[in-house]
């Protein structure tokens, strides 16, 4: 089975939760990005790595903005479930962006990919990488490989959200939202696509914005 969860921002304590004690080798647990553990290279970042590679199910991250865009570089794509990832360990896999996946036989579409919204206060090559906003290349395969694909996939995958959603998750929150040409694009992307269910990471919150897409958090989504 396919499962979808958000943000871990390198918390080795999250892969202790009892949900996902029943996952096996048979399993795949899907983060929407900040995936985390590509961070600092340091011996706890290891020792983690480590840990989740003794994990019987398989692991696979969208990019966010909390990577190491330079420690990622380090990896070459592999061709795995029908799309170009980067293989970090031999049950973790880094899905790339704008790329079309197959899992249970069913297709998605990846977009990793954001801006900081503190980007002032970080530091560039260390807290910061240019790359966590994706290439006009990155986007353009992604609009390629939709075409290929006749625009239709199972699910859409994404770090950040469409502008339309987090304008009705401002509107029922009460909250700020920070809007990137990202948040645009990825809106153009929903007019033009038919799926049956997006999932977004980003925002540090679990709901459900309309029958067809769900913003997760802590959650852990079985599909």
């Given at each position: 089975m396919v499962y979808i969860t958000g943000d871990v921002h390198g918390d080795i304590d999250f892969f202790k939760d009892a949900r996902l004690k029943k996952l096996t080798e048979d399993d795949t647990?899907?983060?929407?990005?900040?995936?985390?553990?590509?961070?600092?290279?340091?011996?706890?970042?290891?020792?983690?790595?480590?840990?989740?590679?003794?994990k019987k199910y398989t692991i696979c991250f969208l990019d966010g903005v909390h990577e190491n865009f330079d420690m990622l570089k380090?990896?070459?794509?592999?061709?795995?479930?029908?799309?170009?990832?980067?293989?970090?360990?031999?049950?973790?896999?880094?899905?790339?962006?704008?790329?079309?996946?197959?899992?249970?036989?069913?297709?998605?579409?990846?977009?990793?990919g954001g801006e900081s919204e503190d980007i002032e206060m970080r530091k560039e090559g260390k807290t910061y990488f240019k790359e966590e906003m994706p290439s006009g290349k990155e986007l353009l395969n992604g609009a390629r490989n939709l075409k290929d694909a006749e625009y239709k996939v199972n699910y859409v995958l994404t770090y950040e959200a469409p502008a339309i959603a987090k304008d009705f998750i401002r509107m029922?929150?009460?909250?700020?939202?920070?809007?990137?040409?990202?948040?645009?694009?990825?809106?153009?992307?929903?007019?033009?696509?038919?799926?049956?269910?997006?999932?977004?990471?980003?925002?540090?919150?679990?709901?459900?914005?309309?029958?067809?897409?769900t913003v997760v958090f802590n959650d852990i989504i079985k599909i």
């Amino acid at each position: 089975m396919v499962y979808i969860t958000g943000d871990v921002h390198g918390d080795i304590d999250f892969f202790k939760d009892a949900r996902l004690k029943k996952l096996t080798e048979d399993d795949t647990l899907i983060i929407c990005g900040d995936f985390g553990f590509l961070w600092d290279g340091s011996e706890k970042e290891k020792k983690a790595l480590s840990q989740l590679e003794k994990k019987k199910y398989t692991i696979c991250f969208l990019d966010g903005v909390h990577e190491n865009f330079d420690m990622l570089k380090e990896y070459p794509p592999y061709r795995y479930k029908g799309g170009n990832a980067q293989k970090i360990a031999s049950n973790i896999y880094h899905l790339m962006r704008g790329e079309i996946f197959t899992f249970e036989r069913k297709t998605f579409f990846v977009m990793g990919g954001g801006e900081s919204e503190d980007i002032e206060m970080r530091k560039e090559g260390k807290t910061y990488f240019k790359e966590e906003m994706p290439s006009g290349k990155e986007l353009l395969n992604g609009a390629r490989n939709l075409k290929d694909a006749e625009y239709k996939v199972n699910y859409v995958l994404t770090y950040e959200a469409p502008a339309i959603a987090k304008d009705f998750i401002r509107m029922h929150t009460n909250q700020e939202m920070h809007f990137t040409p990202l948040n645009t694009y990825l809106g153009e992307l929903m007019k033009s696509v038919e799926y049956n269910h997006w999932y977004f990471g980003s925002l540090h919150m679990d709901m459900q914005i309309s029958k067809n897409m769900t913003v997760v958090f802590n959650d852990i989504i079985k599909i």
